[in-house]
């Protein structure tokens, strides 16, 4: 088999991270928590990981989500915006990391609907 000389972007999907936290600004939201559904995308150049097979060249994906569940887990937020900007400066915070895009749902936010949601992207 004849191995291509590329570099090759790789594309990660983090789906649907049931978590619960304490977020809004009415009394019963401030009082209970609520499920959020985190979704991350996010790219880096995989070149590395590909050619070595080994895990210490691929960005560690259970880490960041470790980290992500750490820092939402319980924890309060007056606004959605608010928590996704700080779960899209978690992936970030990884400097393998070339574009993320974060979205959180707040499911039965909004009587008639399913969920609301934000989503907000940064890349380098």
Same mark, same amino acid.
């Given at each position: 088999? !004849?191995?291509? %000389?590329?570099?090759?972007?790789?594309? *990660?999907?983090? &789906?649907? =991270? =049931? =978590? /619960?936290?304490? *977020? #809004?600004? &009415?009394? @019963?939201?401030?009082?209970? +928590?609520?499920?959020?559904?985190?979704?991350?995308?996010?790219?880096?150049?995989?070149? @590395?990981?590909?050619? /070595?097979?080994?895990?210490?060249?691929?960005?560690?994906?259970?880490?960041?989500? &470790?980290?992500?569940? #750490?820092?939402?887990? #319980?924890? $309060?937020?007056?606004?959605?915006? $608010?928590? !996704?900007?700080?779960?899209?400066?978690?992936?970030?915070?990884?400097?393998?990391?070339?574009?993320? +895009?974060?979205? *959180?749902? &707040?499911?039965?936010? =909004? /009587?008639? !609907?399913?969920?609301? %949601?934000?989503?907000?992207?940064?890349? $380098?």
């Amino acid at each position: 088999m !004849t191995e291509v %000389s590329c570099n090759h972007q790789a594309r *990660i999907q983090i &789906k649907n =991270l =049931l =978590l /619960r936290a304490y *977020i #809004g600004i &009415k009394e @019963e939201e401030i009082n209970n +928590q609520q499920d959020v559904i985190i979704n991350v995308c996010l790219t880096y150049d995989a070149t @590395e990981a590909i050619s /070595r097979n080994e895990i210490a060249a691929a960005l560690n994906y259970r880490t960041i989500t &470790k980290q992500i569940i #750490g820092h939402v887990n #319980g924890n $309060r937020f007056a606004l959605l915006e $608010r928590l !996704t900007h700080e779960v899209l400066n978690i992936v970030m915070e990884h400097s393998a990391v070339q574009w993320a +895009q974060v979205e *959180i749902d &707040k499911p039965h936010a =909004l /009587r008639y !609907t399913e969920s609301v %949601s934000v989503c907000l992207e940064a890349h $380098r």
